[in-house]
């Protein structure tokens, strides 16, 4: 190419061994050199003075023998790495790992090929966020794939693959945990008549979700050697939150598991899996509930139902019953009492009851009301207490 007239032709820069740009035209440029072992290296520089510089640097390094940090030598770790250890450890530390499982498959689609060190808090909060505007969901959703991402990451920390956690800066997602849905008695009775119609076989599994509380993960792990007859009590060796706990069985759960026990031999998963007498799926076998619930709450006309309400219903009918947040908490096997309180509204009458014993206070020990002061309104012992708060307070 001619230069025009009057200006000077620009000069290409001059080529330098162990410099390169990649992409080419990209402004992008690498270093490529051996280390006083003799092993070689690639480094991303940046601009080409800054890679001039790092060369510079790194042959410098090598005449005095200084010996390159461990992470320069170390394959870069893909994020598809971090997320298969984690499904590992997830299979054998969480009741939950079969929901981790499912995650993992679109996370290794978003993440998979990205160098773990290199993914950015930003960039993950945009994935994310996008596959959650995409697919619709809930808050409480991201928070799940972000928490199995995080947990990913804590793993490697911990064996020295990476040194940071993204998806620790990402903000979590608002989950509103206060909304209660449990079966009404009329909702109750459509949904079994859909069960008895079309699921018959499922029926038990439903009496004993429902009176019982237990998770649905308790509930279809459960072993027959975990259940007393005698004692009428099931023992859940690990809980969600990783400790023991016992669930005491009324007679509807008793019978339940009577039933259940008629469909087997007795021996290993409690919840053998029964057979849909209903559509295309009759004749085949029912494992969970994911393959035949949801089509039963539709037929019976209720919205928003799942299969985890049923845990809902328990302990709402609990409360309703009068039985003390206390014992219900200890009941659904809850770790902190702020889960057990989103059920405190369901008893209005024991909560009146409570403030209607103030109703006779200050009166006297005769059992006949005082004479109220027709100037406060407050019987006398009460307007001296007050009278004396107030002397006190001045």
């Known amino acids: ?79 598809a790495e971090l997320i298969e250890a984690a499904i590992a450890y997830s299979k054998q530390h969480h009741r939950s790992h079969g929901g981790d499982n499912h995650r993992s498959k679109l996370l290794l689609a978003l993440f998979g090929s990205t160098a773990a060190d290199a993914l950015t808090p930003a960039e993950l909060e945009r994935r994310l966020s996008a596959a959650a505007t995409e697919r619709e969901w809930r808050p409480a959703t991201f928070n799940r794939y972000k928490a199995f991402l995080s947990l990913a990451y804590r793993l490697a920390i911990a064996n020295g693959a990476v040194k940071s956690n993204p998806a620790r800066l990402v903000i979590q997602r608002h989950e509103n945990n206060a909304r209660v849905r449990w079966l009404a008695a009329e909702e109750e009775a459509r949904l079994r008549a859909v069960i008895a119609r079309d699921y018959p076989a499922e029926l038990a599994a439903f009496d004993l979700s429902l009176h019982t509380g237990m998770r649905r993960s308790e509930q279809y792990g459960l072993t027959w050697d ?38 087997g031999d007795g021996v290993g998963p409690v919840m053998v899996a029964g057979v849909s007498g209903h559509g295309k799926l009759a004749g085949a076998p029912l494992k969970t509930p994911r393959e035949w619930f949801a089509a039963a709450c539709r037929r019976a006309g209720l919205a928003d139902y799942t299969w985890h309400c049923n845990r809902h219903t328990f302990a709402s009918r609990l409360v309703m019953a009068g039985v003390g947040l206390a014992d219900v908490k200890e009941l659904m096997g809850h770790k902190t009492f702020a889960m057990t309180l989103r059920y405190a509204h369901l008893a209005p009458q024991h909560k009146l009851a409570a403030v209607r014993k103030l109703d006779g206070w200050g009166c006297s020990a005769s059992g006949q009301s005082s004479t109220r002061s027709s100037t406060t309104g407050l019987d006398p012992s009460s307007e001296a207490a007050a009278n004396g708060a107030q002397t006190i307070v001045q």
């Open 1 to 79: 190419m001619i230069a025009p007239a009057g200006t000077k032709a620009r000069r290409a820069p001059a080529k330098v061994r162990g410099l390169f740009e990649r992409p080419a035209g990209s402004g992008i440029w690498w270093v490529r050199y051996r280390d006083a072992a003799g092993r070689l290296h690639r480094e991303k520089a940046g601009t080409r003075g800054m890679a001039l510089a790092l060369l510079d640097k790194r042959r410098d390094e090598r005449r005095r023998g200084v010996k390159l940090p461990e992470t320069l030598r170390r394959k870069a770790v893909t994020v």
């Open 226 to 263: 975990c259940v007393d007859f005698e004692r009428r009590q099931l023992t859940i060796r690990r809980s969600k939150h990783g400790g023991i706990r016992y669930i005491e069985l009324d007679d509807t759960a008793i019978a339940a598991l009577l039933a259940l026990r008629d469909r």
